[in-house]
Protein backbone atom coordinates (compact mmCIF):
# COMPACT_ATOMS: atom_id res chain seq x y z
CA UNK A 1 0.00 0.00 0.00
CA UNK A 2 1.04 3.87 -0.27
CA UNK A 3 2.70 6.09 1.83
CA UNK A 4 4.44 9.40 2.13
CA UNK A 5 7.73 8.59 3.84
CA UNK A 6 10.00 11.72 4.93
CA UNK A 7 13.23 9.76 4.25
CA UNK A 8 15.36 13.07 6.01
CA UNK A 9 14.69 16.31 6.59
CA UNK A 10 13.70 18.43 3.11
CA UNK A 11 12.79 14.86 1.49
CA UNK A 12 9.39 13.04 0.38
CA UNK A 13 8.67 10.66 -1.07
CA UNK A 14 5.80 8.55 -2.17
CA UNK A 15 6.51 4.58 -0.80
CA UNK A 16 4.96 1.55 -1.06
CA UNK A 17 5.20 -0.61 2.28
CA UNK A 18 3.01 -3.31 3.83
CA UNK A 19 -0.15 -3.66 4.83
CA UNK A 20 -0.40 -4.13 8.51
CA UNK A 21 -1.23 -7.20 10.80
CA UNK A 22 -3.98 -7.26 13.28
CA UNK A 23 -3.13 -7.78 16.83
CA UNK A 24 -5.60 -8.90 19.40
CA UNK A 25 -7.51 -5.67 20.71
CA UNK A 26 -6.41 -3.59 17.71
CA UNK A 27 -8.50 -2.50 14.97
CA UNK A 28 -7.73 -2.23 11.00
CA UNK A 29 -9.00 1.64 9.77
CA UNK A 30 -8.50 2.84 6.51
CA UNK A 31 -7.23 6.35 6.43
CA UNK A 32 -9.72 8.83 5.03
CA UNK A 33 -8.46 12.31 6.15
CA UNK A 34 -4.91 13.70 7.56
CA UNK A 35 -4.26 17.11 9.17
CA UNK A 36 -1.07 18.75 8.44
CA UNK A 37 0.49 19.30 12.70
CA UNK A 38 2.80 21.99 13.10
CA UNK A 39 5.38 19.11 14.59
CA UNK A 40 4.76 17.73 10.74
CA UNK A 41 6.32 20.69 9.64
CA UNK A 42 9.08 20.39 11.87
CA UNK A 43 10.10 16.78 11.43
CA UNK A 44 9.97 18.02 7.06
CA UNK A 45 12.63 20.87 8.45
CA UNK A 46 14.42 18.85 10.68
CA UNK A 47 13.87 20.96 13.73
CA UNK A 48 11.83 18.31 15.74
CA UNK A 49 14.12 17.63 18.97
CA UNK A 50 13.10 13.83 19.41
CA UNK A 51 12.49 11.76 15.82
CA UNK A 52 14.76 9.03 13.75
CA UNK A 53 14.34 8.75 10.06
CA UNK A 54 12.75 7.65 7.65
CA UNK A 55 9.18 8.39 9.64
CA UNK A 56 5.79 8.62 8.35
CA UNK A 57 4.36 11.26 9.65
CA UNK A 58 0.49 11.84 10.20
CA UNK A 59 -1.35 11.52 13.65
CA UNK A 60 -4.60 14.13 12.99
CA UNK A 61 -6.73 11.04 11.58
CA UNK A 62 -10.14 10.38 10.34
CA UNK A 63 -10.87 6.97 9.25
CA UNK A 64 -13.18 3.98 8.22
CA UNK A 65 -13.36 0.80 10.22
CA UNK A 66 -12.50 -2.01 8.12
CA UNK A 67 -11.44 -4.82 10.07
CA UNK A 68 -13.17 -4.75 13.63
CA UNK A 69 -11.11 -7.30 15.17
CA UNK A 70 -14.45 -9.01 17.42
CA UNK A 71 -14.53 -4.81 19.11
CA UNK A 72 -18.29 -5.05 20.58
CA UNK A 73 -18.32 -1.14 19.63
CA UNK A 74 -17.19 -0.98 16.00
CA UNK A 75 -18.25 -2.53 13.00
CA UNK A 76 -17.16 -2.62 9.13
CA UNK A 77 -17.38 0.83 7.66
CA UNK A 78 -18.12 3.19 11.01
CA UNK A 79 -16.32 6.41 10.52
CA UNK A 80 -13.99 7.27 13.66
CA UNK A 81 -11.78 9.46 15.08
CA UNK A 82 -8.36 8.27 15.71
CA UNK A 83 -6.58 9.40 19.18
CA UNK A 84 -2.51 9.24 18.31
CA UNK A 85 -1.30 8.74 21.79
CA UNK A 86 -0.57 4.78 22.49
CA UNK A 87 -0.53 4.29 26.53
CA UNK A 88 0.95 2.10 28.50
CA UNK A 89 -1.88 1.76 30.34
CA UNK A 90 -0.23 0.07 33.61
CA UNK A 91 1.66 3.09 35.08
CA UNK A 92 0.18 5.44 37.96
CA UNK A 93 -0.32 8.28 35.46
CA UNK A 94 -2.34 5.80 33.17
CA UNK A 95 -4.46 4.11 36.26
CA UNK A 96 -5.53 7.59 37.32
CA UNK A 97 -7.04 8.33 33.75
CA UNK A 98 -4.36 10.49 32.76
CA UNK A 99 -3.06 8.46 29.82
CA UNK A 100 -2.20 11.51 27.94
CA UNK A 101 1.02 12.33 29.77
CA UNK A 102 1.70 8.11 30.64
CA UNK A 103 5.10 7.52 31.54
CA UNK A 104 6.45 5.92 28.34
CA UNK A 105 3.67 8.13 25.95
CA UNK A 106 3.97 7.37 22.38
CA UNK A 107 2.69 9.09 19.51
CA UNK A 108 2.03 7.99 15.85
CA UNK A 109 3.77 10.20 13.10
CA UNK A 110 6.28 10.70 15.53
CA UNK A 111 8.08 8.26 18.21
CA UNK A 112 6.64 5.78 15.63
CA UNK A 113 5.03 5.79 11.86
CA UNK A 114 1.66 7.44 11.30
CA UNK A 115 -1.26 7.74 9.48
CA UNK A 116 0.30 9.24 6.12
CA UNK A 117 -0.89 6.35 4.75
CA UNK A 118 -3.54 4.22 3.29
CA UNK A 119 -4.32 2.11 6.35
CA UNK A 120 -3.49 1.66 10.18
CA UNK A 121 -4.24 -0.50 13.25
CA UNK A 122 -4.74 0.84 16.24
CA UNK A 123 -5.47 -0.06 19.64
CA UNK A 124 -9.65 -0.87 19.57
CA UNK A 125 -9.70 2.23 22.61
CA UNK A 126 -7.87 4.37 20.42
CA UNK A 127 -10.98 4.69 18.37
CA UNK A 128 -13.62 6.94 18.80
CA UNK A 129 -17.20 6.50 16.74
CA UNK A 130 -17.23 9.97 14.43
CA UNK A 131 -21.33 9.80 14.42
CA UNK A 132 -22.32 13.28 12.95
CA UNK A 133 -19.03 14.55 11.85
CA UNK A 134 -17.87 14.38 8.44
CA UNK A 135 -14.64 12.66 7.47
CA UNK A 136 -12.85 15.59 7.00
CA UNK A 137 -13.97 17.57 10.19
CA UNK A 138 -13.29 14.32 12.27
CA UNK A 139 -9.62 14.66 11.44
CA UNK A 140 -9.47 18.17 13.23
CA UNK A 141 -10.78 16.50 16.43
CA UNK A 142 -7.21 16.21 17.84
CA UNK A 143 -5.68 19.36 17.32
CA UNK A 144 -8.91 20.97 19.28
CA UNK A 145 -8.80 18.15 21.78
CA UNK A 146 -5.61 19.64 22.68
CA UNK A 147 -6.71 22.70 23.52
CA UNK A 148 -10.05 21.73 25.28
CA UNK A 149 -7.95 19.99 27.43
CA UNK A 150 -6.10 23.10 28.32
CA UNK A 151 -9.53 24.50 28.99
CA UNK A 152 -10.27 21.96 31.17
CA UNK A 153 -7.35 21.94 33.68
CA UNK A 154 -7.61 25.85 33.63
CA UNK A 155 -11.17 25.17 34.92
CA UNK A 156 -12.24 28.40 33.11
CA UNK A 157 -15.84 28.96 33.96
CA UNK A 158 -18.11 31.54 32.58
CA UNK A 159 -17.51 34.97 33.15
CA UNK A 160 -13.37 34.21 33.18
CA UNK A 161 -11.76 36.94 31.20
CA UNK A 162 -9.00 34.73 29.49
CA UNK A 163 -5.54 35.59 27.33
CA UNK A 164 -4.75 32.95 25.06
CA UNK A 165 -1.18 34.10 24.14
CA UNK A 166 -0.36 32.38 20.56
CA UNK A 167 -3.18 32.40 17.53
CA UNK A 168 -2.27 29.15 15.63
CA UNK A 169 -4.51 26.36 15.29
CA UNK A 170 -3.79 24.87 19.17
CA UNK A 171 -4.10 28.62 20.42
CA UNK A 172 -7.29 29.20 18.77
CA UNK A 173 -8.35 25.88 19.99
CA UNK A 174 -7.67 26.93 23.30
CA UNK A 175 -9.66 30.56 22.44
CA UNK A 176 -12.55 28.37 21.03
CA UNK A 177 -12.92 26.11 24.22
CA UNK A 178 -12.41 29.29 26.54
CA UNK A 179 -15.16 30.56 24.83
CA UNK A 180 -17.42 27.57 24.85
CA UNK A 181 -16.59 27.48 28.72
CA UNK A 182 -18.09 31.04 29.13
CA UNK A 183 -15.31 32.71 29.42
CA UNK A 184 -14.52 36.23 27.04
CA UNK A 185 -11.41 35.85 25.22
CA UNK A 186 -8.36 38.23 23.96
CA UNK A 187 -5.75 36.81 22.25
CA UNK A 188 -2.28 38.17 21.49
CA UNK A 189 -0.18 37.33 18.98
CA UNK A 190 3.37 39.10 16.80
CA UNK A 191 1.80 37.89 13.45
CA UNK A 192 -0.49 40.05 11.68
CA UNK A 193 -2.05 37.47 9.68
CA UNK A 194 -2.87 35.43 13.00
CA UNK A 195 -4.39 38.14 14.66
CA UNK A 196 -6.56 39.13 11.70
CA UNK A 197 -7.96 35.51 11.54
CA UNK A 198 -8.52 35.73 15.37
CA UNK A 199 -10.12 38.86 14.65
CA UNK A 200 -12.56 37.09 12.20
CA UNK A 201 -13.19 34.42 14.44
CA UNK A 202 -14.37 36.87 16.93
CA UNK A 203 -11.84 37.24 19.47
CA UNK A 204 -10.27 40.11 20.67
CA UNK A 205 -7.10 40.11 19.35
CA UNK A 206 -3.56 42.12 20.17
CA UNK A 207 0.01 42.64 19.42
CA UNK A 208 2.74 42.64 21.76
CA UNK A 209 2.80 46.46 20.97
CA UNK A 210 -0.36 46.93 22.09
CA UNK A 211 -0.16 45.78 25.58
CA UNK A 212 0.16 49.21 26.98
CA UNK A 213 -2.87 50.15 24.83
CA UNK A 214 -6.40 51.55 26.69
CA UNK A 215 -8.14 48.68 24.98
CA UNK A 216 -5.44 45.74 25.59
CA UNK A 217 -5.44 47.31 29.64
CA UNK A 218 -9.38 47.80 29.54
CA UNK A 219 -9.23 43.83 28.72
CA UNK A 220 -6.64 43.07 31.09
CA UNK A 221 -7.40 45.14 34.28
CA UNK A 222 -5.23 44.04 37.01
CA UNK A 223 -4.88 41.12 35.25
CA UNK A 224 -6.35 38.20 33.78
CA UNK A 225 -8.50 35.48 35.49
CA UNK A 226 -6.34 32.65 32.68
CA UNK A 227 -3.77 33.15 31.01
CA UNK A 228 -3.00 30.08 28.48
CA UNK A 229 0.49 30.59 26.69
CA UNK A 230 0.35 28.27 23.05
CA UNK A 231 3.68 29.80 21.60
CA UNK A 232 6.35 27.40 22.04
CA UNK A 233 8.45 30.46 22.78
CA UNK A 234 10.46 30.55 25.86
CA UNK A 235 10.51 33.89 25.67
CA UNK A 236 6.58 34.33 25.21
CA UNK A 237 6.05 31.84 28.13
CA UNK A 238 8.52 33.24 30.39
CA UNK A 239 6.54 36.59 30.13
CA UNK A 240 2.93 35.39 29.94
CA UNK A 241 2.85 35.13 33.43
CA UNK A 242 2.80 38.60 34.35
CA UNK A 243 -0.57 39.04 32.85
CA UNK A 244 -2.15 36.65 35.51
CA UNK A 245 -4.40 38.96 38.40
CA UNK A 246 -3.45 38.19 41.98
CA UNK A 247 -5.01 34.31 42.41
CA UNK A 248 -5.20 33.21 38.84
CA UNK A 249 -4.10 30.55 36.56
CA UNK A 250 -1.40 30.27 34.02
CA UNK A 251 -1.32 27.02 31.88
CA UNK A 252 1.32 26.16 29.65
CA UNK A 253 0.06 24.60 26.64
CA UNK A 254 3.05 25.12 23.69
CA UNK A 255 6.34 23.46 24.45
CA UNK A 256 9.67 23.91 23.92
CA UNK A 257 13.32 22.96 24.94
CA UNK A 258 14.69 25.11 27.50
CA UNK A 259 14.24 26.79 30.82
CA UNK A 260 11.42 28.44 31.90
CA UNK A 261 12.50 31.04 34.75
CA UNK A 262 10.15 33.38 36.77
CA UNK A 263 11.14 35.65 39.46
CA UNK A 264 9.70 33.79 42.61
CA UNK A 265 8.47 37.00 44.42
CA UNK A 266 6.13 37.46 41.34
CA UNK A 267 4.77 33.94 41.81
CA UNK A 268 3.70 33.98 45.51
CA UNK A 269 2.46 37.31 45.91
CA UNK A 270 0.18 36.84 43.31
CA UNK A 271 -0.07 32.88 44.78
CA UNK A 272 -0.57 31.66 40.69
CA UNK A 273 -1.85 28.54 39.50
CA UNK A 274 0.29 27.52 37.12
CA UNK A 275 0.07 23.87 35.28
CA UNK A 276 1.00 22.07 32.41
CA UNK A 277 -1.55 21.01 29.73
CA UNK A 278 -0.19 17.70 27.49
CA UNK A 279 -2.80 16.44 24.62
CA UNK A 280 -5.52 15.19 25.57
CA UNK A 281 -8.08 12.47 26.97
CA UNK A 282 -10.97 10.69 25.69
CA UNK A 283 -13.12 13.49 27.23
CA UNK A 284 -11.67 16.21 25.51
CA UNK A 285 -12.06 14.68 22.15
CA UNK A 286 -15.96 13.45 22.91
CA UNK A 287 -16.21 17.14 23.90
CA UNK A 288 -14.99 18.39 21.06
CA UNK A 289 -16.78 16.33 18.69
CA UNK A 290 -20.43 17.08 20.33
CA UNK A 291 -18.70 21.05 20.30
CA UNK A 292 -18.47 20.93 16.26
CA UNK A 293 -22.10 18.87 15.97
CA UNK A 294 -23.37 21.49 17.95
CA UNK A 295 -21.96 24.53 15.24
CA UNK A 296 -19.88 25.93 18.19
CA UNK A 297 -16.71 25.45 16.50
CA UNK A 298 -16.71 26.90 12.79
CA UNK A 299 -14.67 23.92 10.89
CA UNK A 300 -15.44 25.27 7.17
CA UNK A 301 -13.01 28.73 8.56
CA UNK A 302 -10.25 26.23 10.22
CA UNK A 303 -10.05 24.27 6.94
CA UNK A 304 -8.14 26.51 4.92
CA UNK A 305 -5.92 24.02 2.77
CA UNK A 306 -6.28 20.85 1.27
CA UNK A 307 -4.58 18.56 -1.01
CA UNK A 308 -4.73 15.31 -2.36
CA UNK A 309 -2.61 12.35 -1.12
CA UNK A 310 -0.06 12.79 -4.29
CA UNK A 311 -0.75 16.33 -3.76
CA UNK A 312 1.45 15.98 -0.13
CA UNK A 313 5.02 15.98 -2.14
CA UNK A 314 4.76 19.32 -3.28
CA UNK A 315 2.37 20.64 -1.01
CA UNK A 316 3.89 20.44 2.05
CA UNK A 317 7.05 21.61 1.42
CA UNK A 318 4.86 24.51 -0.31
CA UNK A 319 2.98 25.29 3.34
CA UNK A 320 6.08 25.13 5.19
CA UNK A 321 7.73 28.36 3.60
CA UNK A 322 3.81 30.21 2.87
CA UNK A 323 2.42 30.04 6.21
CA UNK A 324 0.21 33.28 5.69
CA UNK A 325 -3.07 32.74 6.60
CA UNK A 326 -2.64 28.87 6.91
CA UNK A 327 -4.59 27.49 9.77
CA UNK A 328 -5.04 23.73 9.15
CA UNK A 329 -4.09 21.77 5.99
CA UNK A 330 -6.15 18.58 5.38
CA UNK A 331 -5.14 15.54 3.20
CA UNK A 332 -7.90 14.02 1.39
CA UNK A 333 -7.79 10.40 0.82
Avoid at 232 to 246: D, E, K, P, Q, T
Avoid at 285 to 294: L, P, T, W
Wanted: hydrophobic share 45%; net charge negative; aromatic share 6%.
Amino acid sequence: MRAISCAAPGELALVEIERPELKPGWVKVGIRHIGICGTDYHIFEGTHPFLEYPRIMGHELSGAVLDANGSPDLRHGDPVVINPYLACQTCPACLEGKTNCCETLSVIGVHSDGGMTEEIVMPATNLYPATGLSLRDAAMVEFLAIGAHAVRRTEVEAGARVLVVGGGPIGLGVAFFARIAGGTVSVLDAAEDKRATAAELGFAAFSPEDVEGAAFQAARRTGFDAVLDATGSIRAMNASLFHVRNGGAYTLVGVIKGDLVWPDPEVHRRELTIRASRNAVRADFEHVMASIRAGLVPTDQLATHGTSFDGVIADLPRWTRERAGLIKAIVSL
